[in-house]
């Protein structure tokens, strides 16, 4: 198999291919070209809580409502989850970026930790939800699919609570970004 790069110039953009096996680095600057929403998955109940921030979240089915989730098996948010079978999906607003931190581990915080900076309220299936998140998607766990280092999480969506008129949080090139209106 053929592992060099061959670079070539089109309309003025280098452009970069690479034979299998691809190098994790390379990977990485591609998957950043990638804009997505930024969510935070809670997790847990009572004490046993955690949650993680996420791009990696996409619909699934409309029959029933599923949304899908990415999460590393290393995580402590696995196991929580593996105990209590649902999850909430967050889709934060453009003023949310402190909790996109917090449940992102920045400052050290775990678990419980995390959610001390934002208010919460409890959903049918147990899980907290942000009280101004843009969207929340209350889920019960329906599958779980284990590969390589993920679990990819499929949710059967309980309900959805709406905050209309809000821009959201969008993460690209390893930064938070804001939807800019055109003047």
């Given amino acids: 198999m053929n592992q060099e790069r061959i670079s070539a110039f089109e309309t003025g953009a280098l452009v970069v291919r690479q034979e299998l096996p691809v ?5 990485k600057d591609a998957m950043r070209h990638l804009a997505g ?3 935070v998955i809670t997790v847990g109940r009572g004490s046993d809580r955690s949650g ?8 699934l ?20 989850l593996q105990r209590h079978g649902s999850f909430c999906v967050n889709v934060l607003a453009h003023d949310q ?3 996109a931190d917090s ?22 299936t147990g899980t907290l939800a942000l009280a101004d998140a843009l969207t929340v998607f209350d889920c019960e ?12 999480l ?5 309900a959805i609570t709406l905050r209309q008129q809000v821009e959201p949080l969008l993460y690209w090139h390893g930064a938070y970004r804001h939807i800019t209106k055109e003047r």
């Avoid at 190098?23 to 990977?27: I, M």
């Fill in 154 to 158: 499929v949710g059967k969506v309980r």
């Fill in 141 to 152: 766990l329906d599958d779980v699919i284990e590969r390589h280092s993920h679990a990819i």
């Fill in 97 to 99: 970026q402190h909790v």
């Fill in 23 to 27: 190098e994790t680095g390379l990977f």
């Fill in 37 to 39: 929403a930024v969510s």
């Fill in 61 to 80: 089915a409309i029959d029933p409502p599923s949304l899908v989730v990415c999460l590393n098996r290393v995580s402590s948010s696995w196991q929580v």
């Fill in 52 to 59: 993680f921030t996420a791009t990696s979240v996409s619909s």
């Fill in 103 to 124: 449940f992102a581990g920045r400052g050290g915080l775990k678990g419980v930790e995390r959610y001390q900076d934002a208010q919460w309220q409890e959903l049918a």
